[in-house]
């Protein structure tokens, strides 16, 4: 257990419908990462937060976004859901984001988009 | 950005025998690299990282080896197990801070 949390588990929905991940970090972490991982794309860098700020873009669509709240928590929207979206979307966290920090992962949002 | 390449893609070997991963990154100023196991239904975990002032580092029956010239790191495992088995990640952080992941070995410790 990494000590990172993901609601939820699971989500199953339709195209052009909107959700919302949520991630909590480990207790002291600062910076959430959000990554998705697809069969054919492996695993792809979206998004970073530190304390509330962000961080570091990457691959994210216009259609995602993020936040992180005053407690630490992040969520990441999905909206106008295709069905590429279908794929796993983990969140890590780590200590802070100065140099390079040891990033641990949650367990992961399997999403399918029907 | 950075770019990394993994190889290979599948390895399957015995129990008790030794498995080594390959990676090779492109920028040079990346100076840490971690490499995750992932399990089936799990997240990455992180098993051992090496930073770039030292050339290998051993955790037990893993250890990885850095070659900054060459810019190209190994994971090497010894005595495989079957818990072992599963897909695992290199990484490098490239001038940001956000993770390049390799795509992906598989590993397979058959009886």
């Given amino acids: 257990d990494s000590g990172v949390t993901q609601t939820p588990k699971h989500l199953i929905t339709a195209t052009g419908q909107r959700v919302t991940l949520r991630c909590s970090p480990r207790s002291g972490d600062l910076s959430v990462y959000w990554y998705q991982q697809s069969l054919d794309q492996g695993l792809q860098f979206l998004i970073q937060y530190y304390n509330g700020e962000e961080r570091a873009k990457g691959n994210i669509l216009e259609r995602f976004s993020a936040q992180q709240f005053p407690d630490l928590h992040s969520e990441l929207n999905l909206s106008s859901l295709e069905l590429g979206d279908s794929a796993l979307y983990f969140c890590a966290s780590s200590v802070a984001t100065g140099g390079f920090d040891e990033q641990f992962f949650g367990p992961g949002t399997r999403l399918t988009v029907l | ?111």
């Fill in chain 2, 1 to 111: 950005g950075e770019n990394v390449e993994q190889h290979p893609s599948t390895l399957s070997v015995q129990e008790g025998d030794s498995a080594v991963i390959k990676c090779t990154y492109s920028d040079s100023a990346s100076n840490y690299f971690p490499w995750y196991k992932q399990e089936l239904g799990k997240g990455p975990q992180l098993i051992i990282d090496i930073r770039s002032n030292v050339g290998e580092k051993k955790d037990q029956r893993i250890a990885v080896t850095l070659n900054k010239t060459a810019k190209h790191f190994s994971l090497h495992i010894t005595e495989t197990q079957p818990e072992d088995s599963a897909v695992y990640f290199c990484a490098a952080p490239g001038t940001a801070s956000k993770l390049t992941f390799g795509t992906g070995t598989r590993l397979q410790v058959t009886l």
